[in-house]
């Protein structure tokens, strides 16, 4: 990815692709940093319900928050999750 690939921003472009491996880098829009921060509040949220006296529920809210991160940060991605080695 060229420089004027990574300055160059679709509407629905949220996240950057992974530079290696498989999935989405960080941010590089408002709503991705939102929905990161919003993940992020549900699990600490969870946590300090939950633990230490619900354990299972703590992984199953922790599931249902993950799930819906995943899906939307995938549809989110500059040029998709895909396997990449670092070049074009």
């Known amino acids: 990815m060229s420089a004027g690939d ?12 992974k530079a290696f491996g498989y999935g989405a880098s960080l941010p590089i829009a408002w709503q991705g940093w939102a929905l990161l921060a919003a993940y992020v509040a549900a699990l600490a949220g969870a946590g300090w319900a939950l633990m230490p006296r619900h354990p299972i529920l703590f992984v199953v809210v922790a599931l249902l928050v993950t799930v819906p991160l995943v899906v939307v940060s995938e549809q989110h991605t500059r040029g998709g999750w895909r396997w990449r080695w670092g070049g074009k």
Do not use: G, T
């Open 6 to 17: 990574r300055n160059s921003r679709e509407p629905d472009d949220w996240f950057l692709p």
